[in-house]
């Protein structure tokens, strides 16, 4: 009995499978999953700390030629404990770091992530950001989109 009831319920979830395996060998008009459509990522690095475990930065240059109004408001860092964008401004009469308010893009965007601006601040780097590896750096979107991206890793020393 329950052997006859089984079978219908593998074929099914076989059939599923196919339908899912078949859906992915389609040629693919939509961007892949991790990227946004028009977003272009160059120059990426994570600069470490020069105190180990310390926070490291992440600093690269963004261009944005998509047709959708879209907005960053978060990042991710695979390898460190978290990542928050942050950008530098000034408060109270000092040049003051914080929490970026969320970074509009519109075709035609360009945005430089860079020593004394924006950029992503990453708490708790891991033994992996090891310089001269590279860190999977995920940018996320308003509406829970996400661009991932490589970033080369640096030491404290090296060219910001
Ligand atoms: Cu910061």
Do not use: W
Request: glycine content about 10%; hydrophobic content about 45%.
């Amino acid at each position: 009995m329950t052997t006859a009831l089984a079978a219908p319920a593998l074929l099914a979830a076989t059939l599923g499978l196919s339908a899912c395996a078949d859906e992915a060998e389609a040629p693919a008009a939509a961007p892949a999953e991790g990227t946004i459509a028009g977003m272009e990522i160059t120059d990426a690095r994570l600069v470490l700390a020069p105190v180990e475990g310390n926070p490291a930065a992440v600093y690269f240059n963004l261009s944005y030629d998509g047709e959708k109004g879209l907005a960053i408001r978060d990042a991710e860092v695979e390898g460190a404990g978290s990542a928050d964008i942050h950008d530098v401004m000034e408060y109270d009469f000092k040049m003051q770091m914080n929490t970026s308010a969320p970074i509009p893009l519109t075709k035609g965007t360009e945005v430089a992530f860079e020593p004394g601006g924006k950029h992503i601040m990453v708490f708790e780097p891991s033994d992996a950001l090891a310089p001269g590896s590279t860190a999977k750096v995920t940018l996320i979107l308003a509406g829970g989109a996400t661009h991932e991206f490589e970033a080369e890793v640096r030491e404290a020393g090296e060219e910001r």
